[in-house]
């Protein structure tokens, strides 16, 4: 267990629904990021929280949120899913200190169809 | 902004052996970080080793070391004695502080295959 939480782990869900993918950091790190891998784009930041604020944005689709909560734990939500956003979908958190502490959740798989 | 490449699609490499995994890098800035992770079938993200910048020796983590060359910008990620346990997809990143973030960018990543 790496420390980080994400729930589901996997997950399918039909064209133009939407779904909440959940990760809980490590305790005591601040930042949340996440990610998304796909076959074709690698992957791609998509948007950062450090202590509930918004702190970067990536490659973030307008169909795509995510906030941070005061306990820390963070939501993603994708809507209007398409087939394209089938993907993994990675929680990572650190430290306040930002050093090397990067720990990644184990992922939740989303299958469109 | 930074970038990373990884021009290693797919290694191959007979158990016991060591092989190199090559990473090259481009950033403006002084201070940096670049980590090397372990991708598995199963999906997640292993930690593997890090390098900071003006660290002044290679960095070492059991059977992985980083050949850090700074003047190249390159940090390839060696693993000595590999098992068959080591055939996954092995990403190298770097930490963007550009605009106060702290995120990684990552390379399309290597995939590395041990045979018996």
């Known amino acids: 267990d790496s420390g980080v939480t994400q729930t589901p782990k996997h997950l399918i869900t039909a064209t133009g629904q939407r779904v909440t993918l959940r990760c809980s950091p490590r305790?005591?790190?601040?930042?949340v990021y996440w990610y998304q891998q796909s076959l074709d784009q690698g992957l791609q930041f998509l948007i950062q929280y450090y202590n509930g604020e918004e702190r970067a944005k990536g490659n973030i689709l307008e169909r795509f949120s995510a906030q941070q909560f005061p306990d820390l734990h963070s939501e993603l939500n994708l809507s209007s899913l398409e087939l394209g956003d089938s993907a993994l979908y990675f929680c990572a958190s650190s430290p306040p200190t930002g050093s090397y502490g990067y720990t990644f959740g184990s992922g939740t798989r989303l299958t469109v169809v | 902004a930074q970038k990373i490449t990884q021009t290693q699609p797919g290694m191959f490499v007979q158990e016991k052996e060591a092989v190199t995994l090559d990473c090259t890098y481009d950033?403006?800035?002084?201070?940096?970080?670049l980590f090397w992770y372990k991708q598995p079938s199963s999906g997640e993200m292993i930690f593997l080793i890090y390098q900071g910048s003006y660290d002044q020796q290679n960095a070492t983590e059991g059977r992985y070391s980083l050949n850090f060359q700074k003047a190249r910008k390159s940090a390839n990620l060696v693993i000595s004695a590999s098992q068959l346990g080591d055939s996954a997809m092995y990403f190298c990143a770097m930490r963007d502080p550009w605009g106060g973030s702290e995120k990684l960018v990552f390379g399309k990543g290597t995939k590395l295959t041990v045979n018996p």
């Open positions: 950033t403006s800035d002084p201070s940096y970080g």
């Open positions: 305790s005591g790190d601040l930042s």
